[in-house]
């Protein structure tokens, strides 16, 4: 047969092509796998590796694609990302749910193990909280939740977590731009040098009287609102967003020397807590999967809320340090105004703790207030019993400034803790991370192998609600907590960790308590707090979000005077 017949001369043409695209194909494969092997390996943090590998490889893997005589050149370059990224994908995806995964003995469910977007998903829905306890009473005490982290619900795991030598802060305060805040320096010894300003800045006994005035302040502002309504049996008010003006007038004073009168106005008049509200969604989604932060900043630039209200914080912070101390506030202390200036920290390391400020001291506080009128509205007979504890201790309308009496109310004290273990303020906790190292890091019952950086944390919103804890976990029971005569029963109380646990835990916590434990005194002191007809208080609970803080809707509530 002659060569020149098409017959024959079809598979000898065909032969080197289709060798040829197979060869392309086999570089295309290899080169992606080699970049998932690194990607796991080196888990690279820098913006220049990244696009290496994610825009340069497969720009010059267009040029073998565009060879071959299957693909003309102007479109290897599009194919050339689609065949690298699905491959770079596929080989992460196969891995991940792999039985060679070191985290591939913990259940969860699966397409939690593919990626943390789901987690990101799930977050920006706001159940969070509800979700990894659904998850936890399925698949037991330690779950899967994201390809390289695990929640865990053992309160045996306390002290070995987040104690001394436990674990570092993790990666969801990664990807950030500027100086961090003291909750997010991950580095122990940075972070134990700003905590010691922070402990001695809290720690100051003239805050009570800054508490007291306020609490005056609000108990007014509500005695007017309810005169103006003219109604004697009270008027309903929206007592999740009072208690956030209280709070920030509080911290204002406390933190600036006093920046905010959100109670005079009645009102967020400067749009700081919808400004915050609308970005700690997003936020709190992104935190999962950190590095898309730096393209978020690039889309929104300065624009999006979080950053527009870190700003704010920041110009508050600017401005204080400008007009300087009128008194040892908090910036007084952070700024190191008593310190020589060679010593003292940068202006913009104590700027970025404007924001925190806001949201640690005031939101927290103002949400457990809210909690504890909504849990008091349901639970009747512990309202009465707190009512009856406030009048005898706090007799004739006397001022409730002794914060010696106010911790050793039994009544009033198991409420909040009540409250804070049925509604902590970080629902999820805080995550540590594991570093990379080798061999395995064993930590109590838990074995994590450390070829990769895995992240874990102690899922509070379970532990608290663990019959294994608390006995009757759901049920609000302020008498669990008292000293004396306290109901039979489980109750765990290294399984509490509202405020967390160890050298990073709330460093607010004794300023918190007494904060909340006065002003509620004032206020059931003056007021009655009673259901607004109509209002489904049981479905208010269920539309709760955990935006890494937990986020209230408005509470109405009838308040009414006492006489
Ligand atoms: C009911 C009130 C509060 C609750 C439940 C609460 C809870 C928490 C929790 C769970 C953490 C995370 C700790 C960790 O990462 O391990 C935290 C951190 C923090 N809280 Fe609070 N907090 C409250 C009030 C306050 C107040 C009034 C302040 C005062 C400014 C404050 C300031 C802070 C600060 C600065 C941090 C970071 C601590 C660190 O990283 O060392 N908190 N809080």
Redo the contacts with the bound molecule.
């Keep these: 047969m002659s060569l020149s017949t098409p017959t024959a001369y079809w598979p000898l043409r065909s032969m080197p092509q289709s060798f040829s695209e197979l060869r392309v194909g086999l570089i295309v494969l290899a080169t992606s796998f080699a970049s998932q092997w690194f990607f796991r390996r080196y888990e690279p943090r820098s913006t220049l590796t990244r696009v290496a590998l994610l825009v340069v490889i497969p720009a010059l893997l267009s040029f073998p694609i565009s060879c071959t005589h299957a693909v003309s050149w102007y479109a290897a370059l599009p194919l050339a990302f689609v065949a690298y990224g699905g491959s770079l994908g596929a080989f992460i995806l196969v891995y991940r749910l792999s039985p060679f995964h070191p985290l591939a003995n913990y259940p969860g469910p699966i397409i939690a193990k593919t990626s943390k977007l789901w987690a990101a998903y799930v977050s920006f829905r706001g159940d969070q909280h509800r979700y990894y306890k659904r998850l936890h009473d399925l698949y037991g005490d330690v779950v899967r939740i994201g390809p390289n982290e695990l929640s865990i619900r053992d309160a045996s795991l306390v002290h070995t977590v987040?104690g001394q030598g436990g674990l570092p802060?993790g990666p969801r305060w990664d990807w950030r731009t500027g100086s961090p805040a003291?909750?997010a320096l991950c580095d122990p010894v940075k972070?134990g040098n700003q905590?010691k300003l922070?402990s001695q800045a809290?720690s100051s006994k003239e805050y009570e009287a800054i508490v007291a005035k306020r609490a005056r302040q609000l108990a007014s502002c509500l005695e007017n609102l309810v005169h103006r309504s003219g109604h004697k049996d009270g008027t309903a008010l929206n007592m999740t967003a009072w208690f956030k003006y209280f709070t920030t007038d509080f911290m204002g004073d406390m933190a600036f020397g006093g920046c905010s009168e959100l109670m005079n106005a009645g009102g967020d008049k400067d749009g700081i807590w919808t400004l915050l509200e609308s970005g700690l969604r997003i936020s709190a989604a992104v935190a999962h999967v950190s590095y898309f932060k730096p393209i978020l900043k690039s889309l929104t630039g300065h624009k999006g809320p979080i950053h527009r209200f870190r700003d704010f914080g920041r110009e508050t912070v600017f401005k204080r340090l400008q007009v300087g101390a009128n008194r040892k506030d908090l910036f007084y202390h952070l700024s190191g105004e008593e310190l020589p200036e060679s010593e003292r920290p940068s202006v913009d390391d104590v700027a970025q703790n404007g924001l925190?400020?806001i949201l640690?001291?005031s939101d927290?506080?103002s949400n457990?207030l809210t909690g504890i009128i909504y849990y008091l509205l349901l639970n009747p007979t512990a309202y009465d019993r707190l009512q009856e504890e406030v009048d005898s201790v706090f007799p004739n309308g006397e001022e409730p400034l002794d914060v010696l009496k106010l911790s050793q109310m039994e009544w009033l004290n198991g409420c909040i803790n009540e409250t804070?273990r049925l509604l902590?303020?970080?629902p999820s906790g805080?995550q540590r991370s594991v570093l990379k190292g080798k061999g395995t890091k064993v930590l109590g019952k838990l074995y994590v192998e450390c070829f990769l950086r895995r992240q874990l944390f102690l899922h509070t919103y379970s532990i608290h609600r663990d019959e294994r804890n608390f006995h009757i976990p759901e049920a609000f029971l302020p008498e669990r907590w008292f000293s004396q005569g306290a109901l039979a029963g489980e109750h765990n109380v290294t399984a509490f960790i509202?405020?967390?646990y160890g050298p990073?835990?709330?460093?607010?916590k004794n300023?918190?308590l007494m904060?909340?434990r006065m002003v509620l005194c004032w206020m059931l002191q003056r007021f009655r707090f009673s259901k607004v007809p109509g209002v489904a208080y049981e479905e208010w609970e269920g539309r709760i979000q955990d935006w890494f803080v937990i986020h209230f809707e408005p509470l109405s509530v009838n308040v009414s005077i006492r006489v």
């Design positions: 987040l802060k003291l909750i972070h905590r922070w809290l925190l400020v640690a001291g927290s506080t457990t804070l902590p303020a970080v805080s509202p405020f967390s990073t835990m709330c460093v607010g300023l918190a904060e909340m």
